[in-house]
């Protein structure tokens, strides 16, 4: 079973709050409680879902999302509050792709929030005037939208991703390196798209 970042965190999300919903939840009420403004992309989602055998596809007399029973087998893994996504690289430099490659990392629980969350590893040094270096783990929150200064994942042409300070502006978005050697990098706003914001940071100090 091979999922992208955000059809797993949209499955853990799932797994972890099902009991949590007096009822199957609606996409719209899916979309309020993860912080998401369209749902149009967690309609693709859920039909990936659907087709990976994970949520019951909709039948005319049954309204909201269900996970199959084989979904709900796969819950032991995430019963671990601890435990988070690790998907991959993320570069603070030159922007590069994330890999779509899921395990799972104990997290403290200060380092993260209540809103689906993953992990990165960081590469790059262009953000070392923030204190995030190569190699350090990064927490992400799940989210479509920052305020101008966050820390953000940003998808950049929907094709790489980076990790970057971040200001929005009406005709320009502009992603900001903690590096002074280095420049701001500048986008029509419809190229950038935030997938989540930083929220925590983990570091080894012995060689992996």
């Known amino acids: 079973m091979t999922l992208t970042r955000k059809q797993q965190a949209l499955f853990d999300f799932l797994l972890q709050n099902q009991d ?15 912080g998401l403004k369209s749902r ?6 859920i039909k990936a879902l659907i087709d990976a055998n994970l949520v019951e596809a909709p039948e005319r007399k049954q309204r909201g999302i269900r996970l199959t029973d084989y979904a709900k087998s796969l819950a032991a893994p995430t019963q671990d509050s601890s435990l988070l996504p690790l998907v991959g690289y993320i570069a603070a430099g030159r ?17 993260k929030t209540d809103k689906p969350c993953y992990i990165l590893r960081v590469k790059g040094d262009s953000m070392q005037e923030a204190g ?20 953000v994942v940003a998808l950049v042409d929907k094709a790489e991703a980076t990790l970057k300070f971040i200001e929005q502006y009406p005709l320009e978005t502009l992603l900001v390196p903690a590096n002074s050697q280095m420049q701001a990098m500048r986008f029509r706003p ?7 914001v930083l929220v925590g940071q983990m570091r080894s100090y012995t060689h992996p």
């Open 40 to 45: 149009g992309s967690l309609h693709s989602q």
């Open 20 to 34: 949590s919903f007096t009822h199957p939840p609606t996409l719209e009420e899916l979309c309020a409680a993860m």
């Open 190 to 196: 419809e190229q950038v798209e935030i997938q989540g």
């Open 132 to 151: 995030i270096f190569d190699g350090d783990w990064v927490v992400i929150e799940q989210r479509s939208h920052a305020r101008n200064g966050e820390i």
């Open 95 to 111: 922007p590069i792709e994330a890999i779509e490659n899921i395990a799972y990392m104990a997290v403290p629980e200060p380092l």
